[in-house]
């Protein structure tokens, strides 16, 4: 990644900041290496894949109504999975509803105003108003709303409005040029899948944008391909060995015990928000002994250590959220969706090619909006491989972003009626050959090459470990 500040200004406090940031996540990079079980990257990663910067926006589109029911259209520019999500979504609570249960209550978020009953949760005794209804869920002065709903296949698609009776703090952003300028939002959840008996928790970053400074209306994407493990067994595993004084690290040794099951083409989903989460536009600045430019002069090992002193000495740092770098609204808002999948515009290709070493590709699945490469890995090896992909012109297909896990890229405007797909040495591509790509502000554009002539394809296809070309059909 590179950071341009001379094309971007940045406030000296936020370009610190960002330095901070930059330096844990790039020792998180190499310390927690991708694992065959979970082929994905770290969401406070991919917060920063742009510059930070401040402030909250006031649409042109603001004025627009209804907005619930209407998400997919007025946001679908701020998604980091971008398309057209109008023609595919499915509202779940219209406007009119929201509006005769906001009158209930004389202003929508206020709860608690008319005829507010008690209620249990989690040991806490909350304020339920009648102006909640099966889709908008209000707890203290936060009410979060369920507008509309999209699943291919691959991920769960879920619009929503947080509605917060006083204004929003301060929010940083997160410059992508994809997307542009979006707040840093992200939400603690809950699932509970109907075709899966493991309960599920995650954080996931919230896209979309402030509509006021009361109201923020966006996204939450949820991958199901890391949703579909059954890991009762494995945790009874790790229970029993817990028992006996052991820590089961051997990560083969997990493969043996998590089964993947089947998504449904209709389920039921429990959602529950624990935390609604956003990161502080003038955050602390925390203080260390060693420079930015000392502490990545030390090794792995010894930046751990380092970090684990600075943590003995003021722990406030080291929870998320914190109150150095953070607000947040506990909840919980919990919801029951029925949940039918669309798989229109939706292909997949069976490749089931292996290298000598037993790596390569299963197949891949495109929708409007995302291609999923499915890796054949070894099954027994401790080589760690990273998946690439580069569309039809040679360029590189990225994620999401937000949250996004590295096999899954955006479409976007990509030419994908070929591609190609890579595995690389994990090392190999995150320290050198991804390096080439982004050697240009912006990455190498369609038609560039590397000062020694070659195109970053054919760089590609000289130094991975598996490489297919592959013909994307139009979908039927």
Same mark, same amino acid.
């Given at each position: 990644m590179q950071i341009n500040h001379d094309q971007i200004p940045v406030p000296e406090k936020l370009n610190k900041v960002v330095e901070q940031k930059m330096d844990i996540l790039y020792r998180e990079q190499r310390v927690k290496r991708i694992r065959r079980s979970v082929i994905g990257?770290?969401?406070?990663?991919?917060?920063?894949?742009?510059?930070?910067?401040?402030?909250?926006?006031?649409?042109?589109?603001?004025?627009? /109504?209804? =907005? /619930?029911?209407?998400?997919?259209?007025?946001?679908?520019?701020?998604?980091?999975?971008?398309?057209?999500?109008?023609?595919?979504? !499915?509202? *779940?609570?219209?406007?009119?509803?929201?509006?005769?249960?906001?009158?209930?209550?004389?202003?929508?978020?206020?709860?608690?105003?008319?005829?507010?009953?008690?209620?249990?949760?989690?040991g806490q005794t909350e304020m339920a108003s009648v102006s909640d209804t %099966? $889709?908008?869920?209000?707890?203290?002065?936060?009410?979060?709303? *369920?507008? #509309?709903?999209?699943?291919?296949?691959?991920?769960?698609?879920?619009?929503?409005? =947080?509605?917060?009776?006083?204004?929003?703090?301060?929010?940083? %952003?997160?410059?992508?040029?994809?997307?542009g300028s979006i707040p840093i939002l992200a939400c603690k959840i809950e699932e509970n899948y109907s075709f899966n008996p493991s309960k599920q928790q995650d954080l996931v970053y919230l896209q979309g944008d402030f509509i006021d400074e009361c109201t923020f209306a966006g996204l939450i994407r949820i991958d199901l391909n890391t949703k579909n493990s059954d890991l009762a067994a494995w945790e009874e595993k790790v229970a029993a060995a817990e028992a006996e004084g052991e820590t089961l690290t051997d990560d083969s040794l997990m493969a043996q015990y998590v089964e993947k099951v089947p998504i449904p083409d209709s389920f039921s989903l429990d959602l529950t928000l624990e935390q609604i989460i956003g990161d502080l536009a003038n955050p602390d600045i925390r203080e260390f002994e060693l420079s930015a430019e000392e502490r990545l002069a030390l090794s792995d090992e010894e930046w751990m250590e380092y970090m684990k002193k600075e943590d003995e000495k003021d722990p406030s740092w080291n929870v998320f959220p914190n109150e150095h770098e953070n607000y947040w609204y506990d909840g919980p808002w919990s919801f029951e969706l029925e949940v039918s999948q669309s798989t229109e515009g939706c292909v997949t290709v069976d490749i089931g090619t292996v290298n000598e070493n037993g790596a390569g590709m299963e197949k891949i699945v495109k929708?409007?909006? #995302? +291609?999923? *490469?499915?890796? !054949?890995?070894?099954?027994?090896?401790?080589? /760690?491989?990273?998946?690439?992909? =580069?569309?039809?012109? &040679?360029? =590189?297909?990225?994620?999401? &972003? $937000?949250?996004?896990?590295?096999?899954?890229?955006?479409?976007?405007?990509?030419?994908?009626?070929?591609?190609?797909? $890579?595995?690389?040495?994990?090392?190999?591509?995150?320290?050198? +050959?991804? &390096?080439?790509?982004?050697?240009?502000? &912006?990455?190498?554009?369609k038609g560039e090459t590397l000062e020694d002539g070659r195109t970053f394809r054919e760089l590609c296809n000289e130094t991975c470990l598996y490489h297919e070309t592959v013909e994307i059909p139009d979908a039927q």
């Open positions: 990257v770290s969401t406070a990663a991919a917060c920063f894949m742009g510059v930070a910067v401040v402030g909250i926006t006031n649409p042109a589109w603001a004025s627009q /109504i209804p =907005l /619930i029911g209407n998400i997919f259209a007025q946001m679908q520019d701020k998604f980091g999975y971008p398309g057209d999500y109008s023609q595919v979504g !499915t509202p *779940l609570e219209t406007e009119a509803e929201t509006q005769a249960g906001e009158k209930e209550t004389g202003e929508a978020g206020n709860a608690g105003t008319t005829d507010p009953s008690m209620q249990e949760a989690d %099966r $889709y908008t869920k209000t707890v203290g002065d936060m009410s979060v709303t *369920l507008s #509309e709903v999209y699943c291919n296949g691959q991920a769960l698609n879920l619009t929503m409005v =947080l509605k917060s009776k006083e204004p929003f703090p301060e929010t940083m %952003r997160n410059e992508n040029s994809e997307v929708t409007p909006f #995302e +291609i999923t *490469l499915y890796p !054949t890995l070894p099954e027994e090896g401790n080589d /760690i491989y990273f998946p690439v992909i =580069l569309d039809a012109d &040679g360029l =590189l297909m990225q994620t999401g &972003g $937000y949250g996004g896990v590295v096999n899954t890229v955006a479409v976007g405007n990509h030419d994908v009626s070929t591609v190609d797909v $890579y595995l690389f040495d994990e090392n190999k591509w995150l320290d050198e +050959i991804k &390096g080439y790509y982004w050697s240009k502000p &912006g990455g190498l554009q």
